[in-house]
Every structure is written in structure tokens, then in C-alpha cells.
């Protein structure tokens, strides 16, 4: 099996020698300790860390309001249009695991501005064309900076002091929704008001200050374990995730009963299943299988996976709600920026809550704030199928759902983290990630066939009905009822540094 050899020097975050992995994978010792930080500085650490996640999520969402405008802009089809969003999609699914493991490996700063470079240069690519083909490169470009987010976790649970740890994971989390709610009403007022390359500019620009503020400020993480980069490992995860990712970005399209749909999503099981049995005999593997299957991990992804379904939802069953027609019987006809500011409270809430929601994984446990936050999310997808009589309604039952997915958000990586070695806690981060991203393409790939196939007629357009979207709202609250369960099952435990419970 071919493996690249990287030798590099390695430390836990307590300047101690760190085994971690299967047996026969151990790190080299490098004794190195940060010294104490003041307040001050680990704040201003916290800050240049959030800010970077912020542009992250917000790149995410930024072209989603300007779709329908840009076939035209672009003198293109529509499906083409569809694969700046797809391309970023693929490559994030790809560039969230792989780069989380060579954070651990190499230095978990220098992966983040990895990440934070190719934000800025792929937003500079197609800050400067209006060429399809170019546009969707420079996409794909940006796609790799989706890793920003669970490296930066990683980063700042290795950096701050200990007490500080839970409220900065919390607010990282939170940035999630928050990037999405403001990237929203800001590409609705663009699109109406200039022209949709600005988006990039601003991703552009905030991409290299971030990219200088962490050189300047953030100090790289103490904990390295080197090793050789697994080769069949990446290649095998990067050719599973895209059989599995491009079908459920392209279902609506090819049809869930097409030959590449149902034959791409055979493929990607076929390869992860071969993944996992060839990462058990690898020295270094880049997942650590042993650590994943761990049953308080395992239920802690599949968690983040309903999730991530549940968040997405949100994002097209509110600003398509309330912009669609009052002939649908349930719209308002809002315009672009009315149906981002829709979004708002949501990510105000998640914001909010991150402090309150560090305080109680602190006082409860991970397990149980988990199960709080799904509960509150089927709550919120609850009273969306009931109240939808007035915006105010509305607003009011996605900032429910948006604080529900806050303390979620924040009790993931403290679960992650509580029970994965010093040592893989990026890698693990990242593929928490990945799954919160597998369940935003179920949602999209699913709630898009929902909303397809339940219609109501509109002059000569056929938009979705209100039965469908209830459907759809039905389906999250079931998926956040299923997550409450699953974080209740999760066992109580000492972290993996001084001894995983399992």
C-alpha cells in the first residue's frame, strides 16, 4: 500500500507524549508547552478563529438567493449554474476529513490557513470571470476551505485555557447558522442591487484578512504526531464520498430511479466499506476506524448527520416559503432580502445561546445539552406545520429551530472531543463535520423531491404546496426526535487521554 513518509515532531497539549490509534500507531515525543496566555490574548485568538468560520459559512450560502438570476447572467443552462453549488459540495465532502488528519499530523494552524487561502483564492477566480466553467473551478477552489471550521474547534481546544475551551467551541459552532442566516438577506440585497461577482469580492477580501490575522496572531497548536500520509486512504475516501455526494446533488435532475443515481450510491458504499476494512491495516490510516466506531462517536455523527439535515431544511423551507406567491394559499411574496431576513433571528439565536449552551455542558454533560437541542429543534419543526398564518409566525418558529441546532452544535465537538486522543481530535472534528454536511445533502436531495412532487399551480407555474412543505417540516422534526434518542444512548465516560470509555 502506498504511503508517503513525513516525519515531524509531535507533543500533547500538556507538553506530554501522546499514543493514540491502533496498535503499533504512536507519536513521536516533542516536549513543547505554550505558556499561560492572558485573557486578552485568548480572546483576541477566539475572535480571529470566529471570523474565519463566519466567512466560511457564509461562503457556503451566498450564491444559494442568486441561482435563479444567473443562467441568465451567465448565458447559460440551469443545471450547469447547479454545479457551483454541487462542485463545492464534492470537495468539501473530500477536503473536511482528509484535512482535519493532516492538522493532526502537521500542524493544525497550518491547515487552517490552507483552508482560508483557498477561500480567498477561489473567490478571487471567480471574482474575475463570468465564465461558467471558470466560475465552477474557483467554486471548487473555495470548497476546500469548508475545513476551516472544524480545524479551527480543533485549534483553539489545543490553544485556550481549559475554562475557556467549552464557550469558544460553542461559539465556533454557532457560526454555522449565523454565516448562513447573513449570507442570505446580503446576496438577496446584492442581487438586487449590483452585480452577483460582489459576493466573491467580499469573500475575496475577507479571505486574505483572515489569512493575515491567523499568521499574525494565532500561534500553531503544541500537539503534532507526524506520520505518513495514507494515500489508498484518501483516495478511497475522496472516490466514496463523491459516488455518494454527487447523487444526492443531482437526484433531482437524473431522478432517484435513474441507473447513475442508484449505481453512483452502490459505488460509494462499495468504497467506503472497502475503506474501512483497509484502514484496520494500515500503520497510519487516515480514519481511524477503531476510534470511530467507538459507540459514543458513532452515535454522536449520526447525530450531527440529523442535524445537519434539520439546519438545511431551514434554509429552503423558510426564504422559499415566504417569497413564494399568496396565490400558493401560504406565501407573502416577500422579495429576495425579506426572505434572508427571515433567516436572521435564527442565527441571532444560535449566537445568543452559544454561552448558554457551553454553561450547560459544562453543568450537564455533552450527551444530555444534545438531547436538549434536538428537542428543541422537533419542537420548532413542530409548530412550523401548525403556525404559518403570518410572517411573524414563521420568524418566530425558525429562531426555535435555530436555537435548538446552537446547543446542539455546541454540545458536538465537546462529545467529540471528550472522547477522541489529543492527537486525532482535528480528524475527528472533520469527519463530525462531514456528516453534518451528508445530512444537509440528504435534506437538499430529499426535501427537494418532497417539494418537486407536491405542487399547486400558479398561473403556469407549478410551485410547491403547503401539504408538501408540511411533509417536509414532519420529516425534521422526526429526524430531531430520533437525534434526542440517540443523544440519551450516548454513555457517560472519561476521555480518551485518560482512558476512553466506551
Known amino acids: 500500500m502506498t504511503e508517503v513518509s513525513v516525519p515531524v515532531g509531535n507533543a500533547g497539549p500538556q507538553g506530554t507524549a501522546q499514543t493514540a490509534g491502533p496498535p503499533g500507531r504512536q507519536a513521536a515525543a516533542e516536549v513543547e508547552i505554550r505558556p499561560p496566555v492572558s485573557p486578552g490574548r485568548a480572546s483576541l485568538e477566539l475572535v480571529v478563529v470566529g471570523f474565519a468560520a463566519l466567512l466560511v459559512a457564509m461562503a457556503q450560502g451566498l450564491l444559494v438567493p442568486v441561482l435563479s438570476i444567473l443562467p441568465a447572467e451567465l448565458n447559460t443552462t440551469h443545471t450547469n449554474v447547479e454545479w457551483l453549488l454541487t462542485s463545492t459540495l464534492l470537495v468539501a465532502a473530500v477536503a473536511v476529513p482528509v484535512m482535519g488528519r493532516l492538522g493532526d499530523m502537521f500542524g493544525k494552524r497550518r491547515m487552517l490557513l490552507v483552508a482560508m487561502a483557498a477561500l480567498a483564492v477561489g473567490s478571487l477566480m471567480a471574482a474575475l470571470t463570468s465564465n461558467v466553467a471558470l466560475l465552477i473551478v474557483g467554486r471548487a477552489v473555495q470548497g476546500l476551505s469548508a475545513a476551516a471550521i472544524p480545524l479551527g474547534i480543533s485549534l483553539l481546544v489545543s490553544l485556550l485555557p481549559k475554562e475557556r475551551v467549552g464557550s469558544a467551541v460553542a461559539l465556533i459552532s454557532s457560526m454555522l447558522g449565523v454565516g448562513a442566516a447573513l449570507s442570505l438577506p446580503l446576496a438577496g440585497l446584492i442581487a438586487e442591487h449590483a452585480d452577483f461577482h460582489v459576493l466573491f469580492w467580499i469573500t475575496a477580501v475577507g479571505g486574505v484578512l483572515s489569512f493575515a490575522l491567523i499568521l499574525a496572531i494565532v500561534p500553531e497548536?503544541?500537539?503534532?504526531?507526524?506520520?505518513?500520509?495514507?494515500?489508498?486512504?484518501?483516495?478511497?475516501?475522496?472516490?466514496?464520498?463523491?459516488?455518494?455526494?454527487?447523487?444526492?446533488?443531482?437526484?433531482?435532475?437524473?431522478?432517484?430511479?435513474?441507473?447513475?443515481?442508484?449505481?453512483?450510491?452502490?459505488?460509494?458504499?462499495?468504497?467506503?466499506?472497502?475503506?474501512?476494512?483497509?484502514?484496520?491495516?494500515?500503520?497510519?490510516?487516515?480514519?481511524?476506524?477503531?476510534?470511530?466506531?467507538?459507540?459514543?462517536?458513532?452515535?454522536?455523527?449520526?447525530?450531527?448527520?440529523?442535524?445537519?439535515?434539520?439546519?438545511?431544511?431551514?434554509?429552503?423551507?423558510?426564504?422559499?416559503?415566504?417569497?413564494?406567491?399568496?396565490?400558493?394559499?401560504?406565501?407573502?411574496?416577500?422579495?429576495?432580502v425579506v426572505g434572508g431576513l427571515a433567516m436572521l433571528p435564527s442565527g441571532i439565536g444560535m449566537l445568543l445561546l452559544a454561552p448558554v449552551a457551553a454553561r450547560m455542558v459544562v453543568r450537564f454533560g455533552g450527551a444530555p445539552t444534545l438531547a436538549?437541542?434536538?428537542?428543541?429543534?422537533?419542537?420548532?419543526?413542530?409548530?412550523?406545520?401548525?403556525?404559518?398564518?403570518?410572517?411573524?409566525?414563521?420568524?418566530?418558529?425558525?429562531?426555535?429551530?435555530?436555537?435548538?441546532?446552537?446547543?446542539?452544535?455546541?454540545?458536538?465537538?465537546?462529545?467529540?472531543?471528550?472522547?477522541?486522543?489529543?492527537?486525532?481530535?482535528?480528524?475527528?472534528?472533520?469527519?463530525?463535520?462531514?456528516?453534518?454536511?451528508?445530512?444537509?445533502?440528504?435534506?437538499?436531495?430529499?426535501?427537494?423531491?418532497?417539494?418537486?412532487?407536491?405542487?399547486?399551480?400558479?398561473?403556469?407555474?407549478?410551485?410547491?404546496?403547503?401539504?408538501?412543505?408540511?411533509?417536509?417540516?414532519?420529516?425534521?422534526?422526526?429526524?430531531?426526535?430520533?437525534?434526542?434518542?440517540?443523544?440519551?444512548?450516548?454513555?457517560?465516560?472519561?476521555?480518551?487521554?485518560?482512558?476512553?470509555?466506551?
Open 221 to 336: 497548536a503544541p500537539s503534532r504526531t507526524g506520520g505518513r500520509v495514507d494515500l489508498v486512504g484518501a483516495a478511497l475516501l475522496s472516490a466514496g464520498l463523491v459516488a455518494l455526494m454527487l447523487p444526492l446533488a443531482e437526484a433531482g435532475n437524473w431522478g432517484w430511479g435513474s441507473p447513475w443515481v442508484l449505481g453512483l450510491l452502490a459505488l460509494g458504499v462499495v468504497l467506503l466499506v472497502t475503506l474501512g476494512t483497509v484502514e484496520r491495516r494500515i500503520r497510519d490510516p487516515l480514519v481511524d476506524m477503531a476510534a470511530f466506531l467507538r459507540r459514543p462517536l458513532l452515535l454522536t455523527n449520526i447525530a450531527s448527520l440529523l442535524f445537519g439535515f434539520a439546519l438545511f431544511a431551514s434554509m429552503i423551507g423558510t426564504a422559499s416559503f415566504v417569497q413564494a406567491p399568496e396565490e400558493t394559499g401560504y406565501g407573502f411574496g416577500s422579495s429576495l
Open 372 to 502: 436538549v437541542g434536538a428537542v428543541v429543534v422537533a419542537l420548532g419543526w413542530g409548530t412550523r406545520i401548525i403556525f404559518s398564518d403570518s410572517l411573524g409566525q414563521i420568524i418566530l418558529c425558525n429562531t426555535v429551530v435555530g436555537i435548538g441546532t446552537g446547543i446542539g452544535y455546541a454540545a458536538m465537538p465537546s462529545l467529540i472531543n471528550l472522547f477522541t486522543p489529543p492527537t486525532e481530535i482535528a480528524a475527528a472534528n472533520g469527519l463530525n463535520a462531514l456528516f453534518r454536511s451528508i445530512g444537509s445533502s440528504l435534506a437538499s436531495a430529499i426535501g427537494g423531491s418532497i417539494l418537486a412532487a407536491q405542487t399547486v399551480s400558479v398561473g403556469t407555474a407549478e410551485l410547491p404546496s403547503l401539504e408538501g412543505y408540511q411533509v417536509l417540516f414532519a420529516m425534521c422534526a422526526t429526524a430531531a426526535v430520533i437525534a434526542a434518542l440517540l443523544s440519551v444512548a450516548i454513555p457517560r465516560g472519561r476521555s480518551a487521554s485518560s482512558g476512553t470509555a466506551g
